[in-house]
C-alpha cells in the first residue's frame, strides 16, 4: 500500500501560479500511476492530469493543457503539479491518486483506476 501526502495548496489570484507536491510513502513509489484530480463544490472529481509510473508518458484535461505541467522523481518518492496561469475556475480542491501499473508507460485518468487518494488540498484563485 502507499500513503499519499498532499502540499502546496492556498490562495493565488488569477494569473499567478502554485505548485502542488504529493509525497508518497513506501519503496514501490516506482510501480505506480500517478494523478492528479480536482474537485469543485458541486461538480464531480475529474482529471487534471496523469502520469505513468516511469514519467515517460502524462496525460492533461484540455481545460489544463499547457498551463499544467505534472511531473515525478521516482527518486523521493513524489509527483508534482505546476500550475501556471492560474483561474478563477481552477479553484477546487486537488487530489493526489496512486495505482500500480503493470506496464510502465500506462498513464490512467478515470477516477476508477485508482486504489489510493491522499486527503485533498485546497487551491482558491481569486479574480
Known amino acids: 500500500q502507499v500513503q499519499l501526502v498532499e502540499s502546496g495548496g492556498g490562495l493565488v489570484q488569477a494569473g499567478g501560479s502554485l505548485r502542488l507536491s504529493c509525497a508518497a510513502s513506501?519503496?514501490?513509489?516506482?510501480?505506480?500511476?500517478m494523478g492528479w484530480f480536482r474537485q469543485a463544490p458541486g461538480k464531480e472529481r475529474e482529471c487534471v492530469a496523469a502520469?505513468?509510473?516511469?514519467?515517460?508518458?502524462?496525460s492533461s484535461a484540455d481545460s489544463v493543457k499547457g498551463r499544467f505541467p505534472i511531473s515525478r522523481e521516482n527518486g523521493k518518492n513524489t509527483v508534482s503539479l505546476q500550475m501556471n496561469s492560474l483561474k478563477y475556475e481552477d479553484t477546487a480542491v486537488y487530489y493526489c491518486?496512486?495505482?500500480?501499473?503493470?506496464?510502465?508507460?500506462?498513464?490512467?485518468?478515470?477516477?476508477?483506476?485508482?486504489?489510493?487518494w491522499g486527503q485533498g488540498t485546497q487551491v482558491t484563485v481569486s479574480s
Open positions: 491518486a496512486a495505482n500500480p501499473t503493470e506496464f510502465a508507460t500506462t498513464v490512467l485518468t478515470l477516477l476508477r483506476s485508482y486504489d489510493y
Open positions: 513506501g519503496r514501490t513509489f516506482s510501480t505506480y500511476a
Open positions: 502520469i505513468s509510473r516511469n514519467g515517460g508518458r502524462t
